[in-house]
């Protein structure tokens, strides 16, 4: 199963726009990369998944270079309320046994 | 859409005593997950449910732990004789495909 590693923590200002790269240089050939968001005493949510190159939807994007060795979400424009942990996951398309790491912890800033 | 549901949302029990959390999935999914999340940390695997049959457990997941899905619909996790270092977050979450949708979870503190 694929470690992943994230940077502890970041800080943003509102309008910014935010880039947490994640490293996972031991994914597999199968394995997807999902990142979730999570606000205190909240469970995870969805934010985006890809495989490879770019994918974009209405609130994030995810770039993926051809080694897939690393991904870097974007969130355009953060506000105040796009605080909260964000969590890098890789793992098989069926999903089973996704590990979490210790996920980035953005402060958005006024 | 309904999302994932999950029962009780606290639950404050002593050491000893035994507890049941329930988590209705979303309809016709098949997949389910079970994680338990402490303070600071990103969640951890406990089990994985296709359908009714458990196919995958945790080490994390002692003979204290078990859960089951018995018509492939809802689960519920039981914890048995809890101690204090079960004291966490409990999440549930369910899926077609590789997308897990997650609940609000099931906080327990054991006194």
């Known amino acids: 199963l694929a470690k992943t590693t994230q940077p502890i923590s970041m800080d943003s200002y509102e309008g910014q726009e935010v880039n947490i790269t994640c490293s996972h240089n031991?994914?597999?050939?199968?394995?997807?990369i999902t990142w979730y968001q999570q606000f205190p005493s909240q469970g995870p949510r969805f934010i985006i998944q890809?495989?490879?190159t770019k994918v974009t939807n209405e609130v994030a994007s995810l770039f993926i270079p051809a080694d897939r060795k690393s991904s870097t979400l974007s969130l355009p424009r953060v506000s105040l309320s796009d605080t909260a942990v964000y969590y890098c996951?890789?793992?098989?398309?069926?999903?089973?046994?996704?590990?979490f790491g210790a996920g980035t912890r953005l402060f958005v800033k006024a | 859409d309904t999302g994932v549901s999950q029962n009780p949302r606290h639950k404050i029990t002593k050491r000893g005593q035994n507890v049941t959390f329930r988590c209705d999935p979303i309809?016709?999914?098949?997949?389910l997950y079970w994680y338990r999340q402490t303070l600071g940390q990103g969640p951890e695997f406990l089990t994985y449910?296709?359908?009714?049959?458990?196919?995958?457990k945790s080490r994390l997941l002692s003979d204290r732990f078990s859960a089951e899905r018995p018509k492939g619909s809802f689960s519920t996790l039981e914890i048995q004789r809890t101690e204090q270092g079960d004291s966490a977050m409990y999440l549930c979450?369910?899926?077609?495909?590789?997308?897990?949708?997650f609940g609000p979870g099931t906080r327990l503190l054991v006194l």
């Open positions: 979450a369910s899926s077609v495909q590789e997308t897990q949708y």
């Open positions: 031991n994914i597999a050939t199968n394995d997807y």
């Open positions: 890809g495989y490879k």
């Open positions: 996951l890789v793992g098989d398309k069926q999903g089973i046994k996704t590990i």
């Open positions: 309809s016709e999914h098949n997949r």
């Open positions: 449910f296709q359908n009714e049959a458990q196919l995958e």
